[in-house]
């Protein structure tokens, strides 16, 4: 029988501890492989260097780090695809900047579609880590 996970164990991200793991990752982009990733190694390290910013949850391990990683790239591919269309708009401030009803119908019909429901949150404004995630993962990687 699966044992079933606790929530209790789940990691509950901060946003400074969100901006200090990306501090960390971007002191140590030399570590970054040709697919935007980390070793295991860069992982822990982060984890314990962020360590005493925790203000709630469980203490963050380098496990918890590399999720936390794929989610912030996740995020920033979703972005960079967006971007990467014809027509759009995006800026670290309004996101995509969707104002009126059409282009409210067009960005609805966007993010309808499969993997693109992460842009939700920037139709009005845009992500905090866009630069710094730009700035870590290798361009032209296809991270």
């Not at 030399?30 to 697919?35: I, R």
């Not at 695809?81 to 282009?103: M, P, R």
Request: with cysteine; hydrophobic share 35%; net charge negative.
């Amino acid at each position: 029988m699966a044992q079933e996970s606790s929530h209790a164990d789940r990691a509950v991200w901060t946003d400074t501890e969100t901006d200090q793991l990306l501090l960390y990752l971007f002191n140590n982009q030399d570590k970054v492989g040709d697919t935007g990733n980390f070793k295991d190694v860069t992982y822990n390290g982060a984890a314990e260097a962020i360590s005493e910013y925790l203000q709630s949850g469980p203490q963050k391990t380098g496990a918890m780090c590399k999720t936390k990683w794929a989610s912030l790239k996740q995020t920033y591919n979703v972005i960079q695809k967006y971007c990467q269309q014809s027509g759009v708009h995006w800026d670290n401030t309004k996101g995509a900047n969707i104002e009126g009803e059409a282009a409210g119908l067009v960005w609805s019909e966007y993010i309808s579609k499969k993997g693109n429901s992460i842009m939700w949150p920037f139709h009005v404004s845009g992500w905090r880590h866009f630069e710094r995630m730009d700035n870590i993962i290798p361009q032209g990687s296809g991270a």
